[in-house]
């Protein structure tokens, strides 16, 4: 570690001091709300993270916390939500169905379900953490061939727009913001990166002389992988920092005496270029609690109450009583091994080994272990039943399963409309950035329903539409001066499993009537085509393809019908015009 120069500028030092103090905060909100112990707990390591008030106890792990997140993660965030942007007058309404299209496709080529999905496993534990922006909005991070890149992601491209999950550990704020980070002046991110990318990157300045801040070695002295090998890779730490008081940008490092960037702040949209997601409030301080330390004790309570169980059947195996010198010393090495078939001899006239009688097991055990229970899916929520694990009841009905999952499905509605805001602000800069950013024409995918709301500014120089149907192109200067709000839909981003998606369609099938859907109308035929699709049954599908092709034919039929029905009253119409102009009669104007 190199030591610290006296030759940095106040102004470097006072944002590392006031870095680090975030930090240490940051860290006292870990150590209270336990956010790395439950992270180690998810990962299965309960020995490491044993409280001293169960030390001496042989531990029985419970990764409940496993569970409870591998259930949570995909009843707020299954699917990429449907963001609707809606206009802000009528003048903006094509602009805004296109930035609909375009961020709604953007979603998908970023592939940000997988990091939206990081994000909220993260706030479980912790907090979650999006950083979006375009890659070259502070300077080129190319770099030449064979040279350490700055960015080894394949979801930050140059000068492309990119949203990427960034861990907790490595962001600090304003610590007497106390909204999040809605209300902070600045947030920082710690990047740490091989020294020599950063000397290569031309995104940053005065490094000639900047000094490590980590010296990795990397050693194998395995026989099988050849000659011993040895090297050392030295590390540097970046602070980025975002100042919302100076619209500037500052990458400082303890290894440097002068500024290794700054920058005006390149972003026109509102806020920083981070979005932070969190699921518990926590008024006027910097961190909340996580969804795992408010149940954690009666999880502790639960593993040492089973350990006590254990403990005490144990005891039957391992304790026995015998009389002195009735076992010669090779029939207790007999006995000790437990050789199936073995016979043991004692000593004639004295007792076998017998095992030492214990009382039972307090039964009283099993209803503090329920009441344990109880308070536990009482504090987090998430009952057995919605985990696939057996449900105890009082009736073993169908229908009291069902309303415990019900409730759990009514207490997961503020966490989903959490993750649904979450979603919406991600979406609103990524707007913001495509209006600024934009590199060039996109193409997006669009329906005709689509296109026939916005097909009038859809025509190229010569007035021809764009529509290819199946999408169309637009470029930065046909959004960028759109003024709209942005609200992801409701329930969009829920599975919509196979059992949904049947109760969904009969909904519709029996609401058909009300609504103007009729029996034999496309509507009504795609909806049976798809609700048989469903029940995956080929005999089926096939028969009803038949049907439909039936069904085609006669309505092709029927127009043919039509077609020739009318050309025939055309041509009479026509003929009796001509008789009637023969006899030298005056035809009034107008229909006939």
């Known amino acids: 570690m190199p030591k610290k120069s006296s030759a940095k500028p106040p102004e470097i030092e006072r944002l590392l001091a006031r870095v680090k103090y975030a930090e240490r905060l940051r860290q006292d909100a870990d150590n209270r709300y ?39 993660v995909p009843t707020v965030y299954s699917r990429d939500p449907y963001i609707a942007v809606n206009p802000k007058g009528q003048s903006w309404i094509v602009g805004s169905k296109i930035l609909e299209l375009a961020v709604n496709a953007y979603w998908r080529d970023l592939r940000l379900k997988k990091q939206v999905r990081r994000c909220i496993h993260d706030a479980i534990l912790a907090e979650g953490w999006i950083k979006v922006g375009y890659s070259s909005s502070l300077g080129s991070i190319e770099t030449e061939a064979g040279e350490q890149s700055l960015q080894p992601s394949e979801y930050v491209k140059s000068e492309e727009i990119f949203a990427l999950r960034v861990s907790w550990k490595n962001m600090v704020r304003d610590p007497d913001a106390t909204d999040g980070i809605h209300d902070a002046r600045w947030v920082a991110q710690q990047i740490i990166v091989p020294l020599e990318a950063v000397k290569n990157s031309s995104l940053y300045e005065n490094t000639k002389d900047l000094r490590p801040n980590y010296v990795v070695e990397m050693a194998s002295s395995d026989r099988r992988l050849g000659p011993s090998y040895k090297d050392e890779q030295e590390y540097v730490e970046l602070w980025e920092i975002w100042d919302r008081d100076a619209e500037r940008v500052y990458t400082i490092s303890e290894g440097a005496n002068a500024f290794l960037m700054n920058k005006k702040w390149p972003y026109k949209f509102d806020g920083f270029p981070f979005v932070l997601l969190r699921f518990n409030e926590n008024n006027d301080e910097a961190y909340a609690p996580n969804l795992i ?217 029996k609401l058909g009537p009300t609504i103007g859907v009729t ?74």
């Open 519 to 592: 029996p034999g109308d496309e509507l009504s035929r795609v909806l049976g085509k798809n609700l048989i699709a469903e029940f995956d049954m080929p005999e089926i599908t096939a028969a009803y393809e038949r049907v439909l092709k039936k069904f085609r034919a006669m309505e092709q039929t029927a127009k043919a019908a039509a077609f020739a029905k009318n050309q025939m009253t055309q041509e009479k119409i026509a003929d009796l015009k001509a008789t009637v102009l023969s006899d030298g009669a005056v035809v009034a104007p107008g229909p006939v």
């Open 34 to 72: 336990g956010y790395s112990r439950s992270i180690m707990e998810y990962q299965g390591e309960y020995a490491s993270v044993i409280p001293t008030w169960l030390s001496g106890i042989q531990m029985v792990p419970i990764n409940e916390v496993y569970a409870y997140v591998k259930t949570f």
């Open 293 to 509: 330390s408010p149940w954690e004790p009666q999880l502790w309570e639960k593993i040492k109450l089973r350990a006590m169980m254990l403990d005490h059947i144990k005891r039957f195996g391992r304790q026995l009583a015998a009389e002195k010198g009735s076992l010669s010393r090779a029939e207790v090495d007999k006995f000790q091994k437990g050789i199936s078939g073995s016979i043991i001899f004692h000593e004639q006239g004295k007792q076998p080994p017998n095992p030492i009688p214990y009382p039972q097991i307090q039964t009283d055990m099993y209803a503090v272990e329920n009441r344990i229970d109880l308070d536990k899916d009482n504090i987090s929520g998430q009952p057995n039943a919605v985990r696939s694990a057996p449900q105890r009841t009082q009736s073993r009905t169908l229908g009291e399963i069902d309303r415990l999952i019900s409730a759990f499905q009514s207490r997961q509605n503020d966490p989903q409309g959490i993750v649904e805001d979450f979603s919406s602000e991600v979406a609103y800069k990524l707007i913001g950035l495509m209006q600024q950013y934009l590199p060039a024409r996109r193409f997006v995918r669009a329906t005709q329903l689509d296109m026939g709301e916005i097909v009038q500014g859809f025509t190229d120089e010569a007035g021809n539409p764009r529509f290819d149907g199946t999408g169309f192109t637009f470029s930065k200067k046909e959004i960028q001066d759109v003024e709209f709000d942005i609200e992801v839909r409701a329930g969009s981003t829920l599975p919509l499993d196979k059992q949904n998606r049947i109760e969904s369609m009969v909904s519709i099938a």
